[in-house]
C-alpha cells in the first residue's frame, strides 16, 4: 500500500502539467475526450440570434428543425433564437426594430442575417433603395457587432461631460421604441455631444422623410480644452420611396476612424434642418471587437415565383446580385473597422429540386440546407 502510495504522489506533478491547458483555458467549456464536432470548441453554447424575413422562419416546412437557422445551431452547438419576420425588409423597421432591440450583445454572441430577399423583390435595382439598403445594412450590423456595453443609446439620460452619456440642447425628443431609442430634433441648431476615447467611433443615425442634414465635428479634449481635428457635412435623407407597409426610415451609420487611441476625444452633432434627424446610438473602441456577425447575400429567384403581382414584381437575378454586392462591400467595410462581420455569398438553389411548389417563393428543406452549407463557409 505504501508503494502504491508514493507511486500516486510521484506521478502527480505529471498528472498536473497533463491538466494544465485544461484548468487554465477556463474561458470555453471543458471537454473529455475527443468532441463530435471540432466546432463544439469554438461555439459550445454561444447564444445565436437569426434576423430575416420568412425565410430565416422556415415558413411552409414541415418542422423548424429543418430552416438553416436550426440546421446551423445543431452543427455547431449553438443556442438558437429565430427573429424571422414574414415580409420584413432591410430598409423598413421591420427588421431595424428587432436588431437594435437585442440589448443582449456578448463577446460570445453570434447574429446571421439574411437580408435583402424582400427589398429586392419590392425595389429592383432602383439606385436610391440600393443607397438606402447599404447605409441600412452597414449600421444595423454595426450594431450587432458591438457589444452591449459599448453602446451608448442617443436617450441617454446622464449628464455631461461624463464619460459614456450624451448632453442635449433644447430640441431633442426621445422615441426608445425604435432603433433601440432614437433622439429626435426638428430644430436646426440643436446640439448633441459627448465625450469619448478610441481610435473609432461608429454613430448610428436614422434616415427620415424629409431632407434631413447635420454636421459631426470630432476633436481631441486635453486639459479642458477641445480642438476639433474632424468636421463632415452629413444627410440623414431616405432617398427610396416608402414600402407597400408604410414605413418611412432606415438606418445610416456615421464612422470616424484613425483617430489617437491616447488621447481623450469630443464629438459634437448639430441639426442644420428642420427637417427629421434620428440618431440612435455611438460606440467607440480601439481593439478588435469579438461578437460575430455574419452577413448572407440575396438569393436568386426562382423563375416561377419571380413574377408577382405589382408592387413586388421586380426580382430578377441583376437585382439580387446588386443586394448582394452591398452587403459584401457593407461586410467590407465593417471588418476595415475592426468588427467581426464577414459576408456569405448565397447559394445557387435548384429549380426544380431546392423550392417549394407551387409557392416558388420559399426554398423547401433541400433548399434551406444548402442556404446552411453557405453561411458556413463563414464559421
Partial sequence: MKRAALIFFALLPILAAAQLPMLLDRSKPQLIGVPPNPAFVNYFNYPANFYGDSITAGYLLNSPTNRFSSLLSAQYYLVETNYGVG????????ESDLITANNSISNNTVSVWFAGYNDMRYYGTDGA???????????LAAWLAVPT???????????????????YSPGWIFLPSALGGLAASTQPGALAGFYFSGSTLLIGTGRGGGAGTGTLVVGDYVNNIFTPTYTNNFSCLRTAADTSAGRGYSAALIMVTNLSSTTNHGAIFTANSAANIYLCWYASYSTNLLPKVVLSGTLKMAPQGSGLGAPNNHASD????????????AATALAN???????????VLDTNTDWEIPDWIHPNESGHLKIKNAIQTAF
Avoid at 87 to 94: L, P, R, V, Y
Avoid at 151 to 165: D, E, I, K, L
Fill in 337 to 347: 473597422a475592426k468588427l467581426n462581420v464577414q459576408y456569405a455569398a448565397p447559394p
Fill in 129 to 139: 433603395a440600393l443607397t438606402d439598403n447599404f447605409a441600412a445594412v452597414e449600421s
Fill in 149 to 167: 456595453a459599448l453602446h451608448v443609446p442617443w436617450n441617454s439620460t446622464n449628464n455631461f461631460p461624463a464619460p459614456g452619456s450624451i448632453y
Fill in 87 to 94: 415580409g420584413s425588409q432591410i430598409i423598413d423597421s421591420g
Fill in 318 to 329: 441583376a437585382a439580387a446580385n446588386l443586394y448582394s454586392g452591398i452587403i459584401s462591400n
